[in-house]
């Protein structure tokens, strides 16, 4: 059985390609499909050393650094694949993947890490700003519609879906009208390890958005002055936070894999204020030994057991997006510390294993080519 992966875009390393990673892993000897593929050197050898094919997109001028001015392309450049020569197309989609076009006699299966959230529910906070007004503005609210029509159209060609959780199986309902297995993505729970001795400061791993909500962590410690908080992460936003930061709370920027696991396995707790389609830092923190402070919405429902809902706590939810829930979600922390044990944060963090995501996934396709999806 010929077999070929299709990935989004190979720039750097994050959650959709550590999912491609391993399903590489589960078919060694697939091809490897993308838009494009500029992924660095150190990380060539976790998809087995393989360069992917690539659309016009690969050619297009400053496609390494601005590959979203090619946004409206997008959908054009994956019908461009040929993918004709396959029986088995597995598309990693966050974007536009998924809408390869497959033959009659292709078993087409998707892994959706989520549908274009800018062009579904969060569309409205994308063009918040100056990106919304104007002609510009206009331009890319008609793209987005454009982007809607085709992501909702191409659903028809997939012959089943895997979503990386519940939460995102609802929106692929929703959007789509299609149900989806629910299989969590991989975390490199193996690399870390669960400390039992915690140091007194809080710690916010995450890339500046605006929608990771870091403003309002940062407004919470503004008011907890005698607590004090690390932030680990790079974005458009870093510099106004941290203009808006106040002594006790500091910024590392960008750091590497080794700083980011040695202040998970030090820190009292993370602090994680997004509404996330599944969040792997909030296991990893697990994985670590460290509890999670967290909203409690979207995928962190389902990686995170909440104080007062299990007899193993390992986090405490706040459920606004407000500098004073965090606050308050802060001091019922520190008021039930004793409830939280590292080796249980640990326990619940071994669920998301690569180990269990291969077996899980190759079970989802076999019983597709059987038609029982």
Sequence with gaps: MKIAVVHEWFIDWAGSERVTEQILASFPDADLFAL??????????????KRATTTFLQ????????????????????EQLNLSAYDLVISSSHAVAKGL???????????????????????????????GRGLSGLALRSTLHYLRLWDSRTANGVDAFAANSSFVAQRIHKIYRRTAEVIHPPVEIARFTACES???????????????R???????????????LVVIGDGP?????KRAATA????????????IADHLQRAAALIFAAKEDFGIVPVE?????????????????ETVLPLGTSPKPTGVFFHEQTAAAIVEAVLEFENNAGAFEPKHCRANAERFSPERFRFAFRSFVDRARCGLT
Aim: proline letters at 7%; aromatic letters at 14%; charged letters at 20%.
């Design 59 to 78: 050619r297009a001028p400053f496609s390494r650094a601005k590959l979203h001015w090619y946004l409206p392309l997008m959908p054009l450049a994956i």
């Design 214 to 228: 870091i403003d309002i962590i940062v407004d919470a410690f503004r008011q907890m002055s005698d607590r004090r």
């Design 285 to 301: 923190a697990q994985a670590c030994g460290a509890p999670v402070i967290a909203l409690g919405a979207g995928g962190v429902l």
């Design 198 to 212: 915690r140091e007194d400061f809080y710690v916010c791993v995450s890339r500046l958005f605006p929608y990771k």
């Design 237 to 241: 936003q870093y510099r106004s936070l």
């Design 248 to 259: 006790n709370i500091t910024f590392l920027g960008y750091q590497s894999d080794e700083v």
């Design 101 to 131: 076009i497959s033959g009659p006699g292709q078993l087409h299966v998707s892994y959706v890490h989520s549908p274009m959230r800018y062009a579904w529910d969060m569309q409205h906070e994308y063009l918040r700003g100056s990106i």
């Design 36 to 49: 494009v593929d500029f992924l660095p050197d150190e990380y060539r050898p976790k998809i087995l050393a």
